[in-house]
């Protein structure tokens, strides 16, 4: 079993800056696409940005030039650095990983719990 544990949940004024980070634990052979989704009550969960095990980005239109997502495969660990936050940035933010557990098995997708982060004054 694999589980993702998500921190740097908080209160930011807007235009502060807040990180996530995102690590994976357990059954772990390799880790592929990682991804940070958010979701506000009443609305579906929505990509903010994603990562590929080599590094390649995605971003969603909201975000960019804003947010920027890494990972430390080392550390089996994802991060996502958030600059000029907004009000309509409030939401919980979920990390996703597509995880191998055994090279001849296929990965499986896992979700962590989920960390609140609010943009007020």
């Known amino acids: 079993q694999v589980q993702l544990v998500e921190s740097g949940e908080g209160l930011v004024q807007p235009g502060g800056s807040l990180r996530l980070s995102c690590t994976a634990s357990?059954?772990?052979?390799?880790?592929?696409?990682m991804a940070w989704y958010r979701q506000v009550p009443g609305k579906e969960r929505d990509l903010v940005a994603d990562?590929?095990?080599?590094?390649?980005?995605n971003y969603a239109d909201s975000v960019k030039g804003r947010f920027t997502i890494s990972r430390d495969n080392a550390k089996n660990t994802m991060y996502l650095r958030m600059n000029s936050l907004k009000p309509e940035d409030t939401a919980v933010y979920y990390c996703?990983?597509?995880?191998?557990?055994?090279?001849?098995?296929?990965?499986?997708?896992?979700w962590g719990q989920g960390t609140q982060v609010t943009v007020s004054s």
């Open positions: 996703s990983a597509d995880v191998w557990s055994h090279y001849s098995r296929p990965a499986v997708n896992y």
């Open positions: 357990g059954s772990i052979f390799s880790i592929g696409r």
């Open positions: 990562i590929t095990k080599t590094g390649s980005t």
